[in-house]
């Protein structure tokens, strides 16, 4: 894994991500899910995560994906 983060940082990230909390798209499970695995990594473009989640509920796994695409511009 290449990373141009400092670990620090980086731990803080996945950390940070680690709070993000997901609903099942397939079952009216009430209670949120948080990411249980990340992987973390920073490219020339930017840093990308891939996080996975599991439903208490109906057992599905999910992966998601996110990519840190810079600072939004004001018009």
Do not use: W
């Not at 930017?46 to 998601?64: E, L, Y």
């Amino acid at each position: 894994m290449s990373s141009d983060l400092p670990e620090d940082l980086k731990q803080e990230n996945i950390e940070r991500l680690k709070l993000m909390v997901f609903s099942c798209m397939y079952c009216d499970n009430p209670i949120p899910v948080s990411l249980s695995v990340v992987d973390y990594q920073s490219h020339g473009s930017g840093p990308h995560a891939t996080g996975f989640f599991i439903c208490p509920n109906c057992q599905n796994k999910f992966m998601v994906k996110i990519e840190d695409l810079g600072k939004v511009g004001h018009v």
